[in-house]
Each structure stands twice: as C-alpha cells, then as structure tokens.
C-alpha cells in the first residue's frame, strides 16, 4: 500500500480522541461490527433451525422413493424390484399404498392419507391427524376410513352403499405435522380394493445408489433421493437464507454510509494535507487512493471486530447452550450452527459494502 496506505493509517490511528470525526469513524466501525456480528450469529442459529428441520425430515423420510412416471399405481413384485432389495447398500426395501380418504372419529371427520405399510401390525394415527379428530390411543372408540367403492356410481339416496370401510382401533400417535394414518397393508388393499399394486416403493439405506435403483428400474420410474421427496421445503429454506442475508447486509449498508460522512468531513478538514501532497509531487491517483484506504480501513477495523464477536458468540452457543428456548420445543436452547462459508461470505459482502461506500466518498476530492 506504500506512501497511501502509511498516511490512511495515521488519519485512522492519530490521536485527536476528541475530533468530531474522529468520533463518527469510531461509530461507524462499531455500526460495522455489530452489523457483522448480528449477521453471523443469525445465519447461524438459521443454520441450526434447519437442521432440526432436516433431521426431522430425513427420520421420517426413506433414503429413496420409487414412483411410476405414468399412472398411480405398479406391480413392485417383479425381478427388477426383487433385484433393487438385494443391491448392495440397501438396508431394507417394500412397497407402500396410499391414498387420500374420509376418515371418522367420534362425532369428528375429516380427509385425510391412509398408508398402507408391510411392516405395520397396528394403526398409528399422526400428531396433526390426532389433534384435528381428538384421538387417544387405546381408548374405546376407533377411526374408520371411507374410501369410494370401485366400479360403482355414487348413490345420494343410500351414500354408505357406495363406499368401502375399514375401523380400527389407534395405538399410537406419531410424531408428524402430516395428516395420516398408518395401517397394515393388507388393511389397505382391502379398503382401496388394490390387491397386489402399491403406489410408492421405498428404500432404506444410506450406502445405495440411487444411479442403480434408476438403471435396474429403467425410464418407467422414477427415483427420488430425500431431497427429492421435499423439494419445496429445501428450496424455501434456501430462498429463507438468502433472504436474511441480503436483509442484513442492507442494513449493514446504511450503517457503512457514516463511513461516508466522516471520510466527507475528514476531506475537507484535510485540504491543506492534500494541497501540501500535490506540492509534494503526489498525483491525484496517490491522493485518492489515500482517502479511500482510509474509508476502508474504518470498514475493516468494524469487519475484523465483528467476526471475531460473532465467531466466539455463535461457537458458546454452539457448544455450552447458554441463551435457553423458551416454551417445549425439540431443542432446549437456541440451535446453532457456526458454517465457515457463512463467516467468508459475511466478510467479502461487508468488506465490498466497504469498498464501495469508500469509493462514492472519494469523489469529494477536486482535482
């Protein structure tokens, strides 16, 4: 930085302590580190909010769901699918039948999904499902689901001829913000009259290739990975995070622009420094660059301090869950999660909202 950079570094550490400027310098870079900590400690709670959210997702969620790309339903007995269980990788895999029906309870009803599971043995109904209809489990009353009966026209004079029913009493309740209910498959197929087809075959593994799930399944079916499954939610949480991030930064902005009053106000106060600079043989290029390294060693010094509270905010959290949730939550104390793309992508934004202030402020300089 040279001769530039020496002077900018007096102007910014000199000792006029009571200088008017000298005090809106000071203000401007504590407006830098405390926008600079504010946006790291917020990115990074987001950070453990979502996840929660993912880990909440993939618990429920199977590793791969296989869907027909035309129709609703498919026959998941064949060679092709008996193949894709035995991959290498797959802890478990079978089919699931679904479908949206009636459901009664008590005196309540409502529509609902009814999932048809080999591996269930009971009917569990979800928290949200449970709520809506006022279900207990093991108690006397049962849930019983309407579905329309297959090749017959709907009878306004007797409406329950024209439906199948299946009752049965709930066990349990799962945790789900899903409306859903949980049955054994056979109990399914005969509510849906869907004998041997299912509408979803899910897979269970972490090590499986979903490359060689879709080539063993060929281009009739399509395979979705957990990211596929809930693409909606991943994309709105991404959206939500660039969001916060470009929120914060404006409002790093408008701090950043004190910075461009006191670099107006040091310009004038130091004409005389810059007619001695011109005598001096300094060229307007030197005089600038001067002024402007000042404006950006004012965003620097706030920059430098701001990440390194944020930093050591965000990493207690983290680790000791000092700031507690209020109310029951899934997590007694704020979630955190310190990203070191966050940290970088916090600098360089405010590092540039620093150049950039900086170099609007120069332009007080006549030549």
């Known amino acids: 930085m040279g001769v530039s950079g020496f002077i900018a570094g007096r102007y910014l550490f000199s000792g006029k302590s ?16 405390v926008g600079t900590a504010a946006l790291i400690v917020i990115l990074s709670v987001y950070n453990g909010f979502d996840r929660i959210i993912r880990d909440n997702l993939d618990s429920r969620s199977p590793d791969m769901v296989v869907k027909p790309v035309m129709g609703k339903t498919f026959d998941a007995s064949t060679e092709a699918f008996l ?47 449970a709520s809506e209809l006022g279900v207990k489990p093991y108690f006397v009353d049962q849930i019983r689901l309407f579905f329309p009966s297959k090749g017959e026209s709907f009878s306004m004079a007797n409406p329950a001829a024209s439906l199948e029913s299946i009752q049965m009493r709930p066990k349990e309740i799962i945790s789900s913000d899903e409306s859903v209910v949980v049955v054994p498959i056979d109990k399914a197929r005969e509510l849906l009259h869907i004998p ?11 090590q499986a290739s979903v490359k060689q799930v879709a080539e063993l399944l060929g281009p009739d079916f399509e395979v979705l990975d957990k990211y596929r499954q809930h693409p ?21 902005l408008i701090v950043a622009f004190n910075i461009f009053g ?22 307007e ?83």
């Not at 008590?106 to 080999?118: E, F, L, P, S």
């Open 18 to 33: 009571r200088s008017v400027i000298s005090w809106i310098s000071g203000i401007s870079a504590a407006g830098m580190a």
């Open 83 to 129: 193949a894709v269980a035995g991959l290498p990788g797959v802890v478990s895999a079978d089919g699931v039948l679904e479908e949206t029906v009636a459901a009664r309870y008590g005196d309540r009803q409502t529509i609902t999904k009814v999932r048809g599971i080999a591996g269930a043995w009971q009917c569990s109904v979800s928290a949200a499902l």
């Open 196 to 206: 041997s087809e299912v509408t979803a075959f899910e897979i269970y593994g972490e």
């Open 232 to 252: 909606s939610i991943y994309k709105m949480m991404r959206y939500e995070k660039a969001a916060i991030y470009c929120i914060l930064i404006f409002v790093v």
């Open 262 to 283: 006191s670099l107006s106000m040091l310009i004038i106060d130091k004409k005389d420094d810059i007619g001695t600079l011109r005598s001096m043989g300094a060229d």
């Open 285 to 367: 290029r030197t005089i600038r660059r001067t002024f402007w390294l000042e404006g950006w060693f004012v965003s620097l010094l706030g920059l430098l301090i701001g990440l390194a509270a944020g930093v050591a905010l965000a990493l207690i959290q983290q680790h000791t869950g000092l700031v507690k949730m209020p109310g029951n939550y899934l997590a007694s104390a704020y979630p955190v999660v310190l990203k070191w793309t966050d940290v970088l992508l916090t600098a360089a934004g405010v590092a540039l909202i620093g150049a950039l202030v900086s170099t609007i402020s120069i332009k007080e300089i006549k030549k």
